[in-house]
């Protein structure tokens, strides 16, 4: 099972192209927040399952802020990560994972990726931004996320523009 992950498009879906069509196939889709009412479109061009979350820019949405995902054997958590305090540490994100008992938490909101392996309970995954990076190379990311038929877990953040991977995890 292949999910991509992304955040913070901003209702611009040029990068997302990009990225979904380098990741195809794909099963899932998760959008991090801040999609700024292109869902609709995101949902078509993915043509897979979709679940978005509400992000500080969305507005006028109705969207939740956050939703709980059960896929092959695992518990995921999708906010935007703007009422966790996530600029700060994702500590809060971590202890609202284990309440839910999530053992991946994704988020977006600081248009920075990252990979966070240090709690044994819960892997922390923030994709970055598809549309307006913030880290030192300032590429779009997004993140894939594998889950292979024993439950294992293989995350990948990539960069649009060089294909390089960042980060590569395996969760047993």
Partial sequence: MKILAVSDTHGEITNFRKALAKVKPI?????????EGQEDMIRRLAGV???????????????SYEEVVELGGHRFLIVHGHRHGVYWGTGDLKERAKELGCDIALFGHTHRPMLDESDPAVTVINPGSITLPRQENHLPSYAVIEIT????????????????????????
Avoid: E, M
Wanted: glycine share 6%; aromatic share 14%.
């Fill in 27 to 35: 099963d899932y889709l998760f959008h991090c927040g801040d999609v």
């Fill in 49 to 63: 399952p979709c679940v978005f979350v509400r992000g500080n820019n969305d507005y006028d949405s109705d969207l």
């Fill in 149 to 172: 038929p024993k439950r294992q877990v293989l995350v990948t953040i990539n960069y649009l523009d060089r294909g390089q991977r960042a980060h590569r995890s395996f969760l047993w």
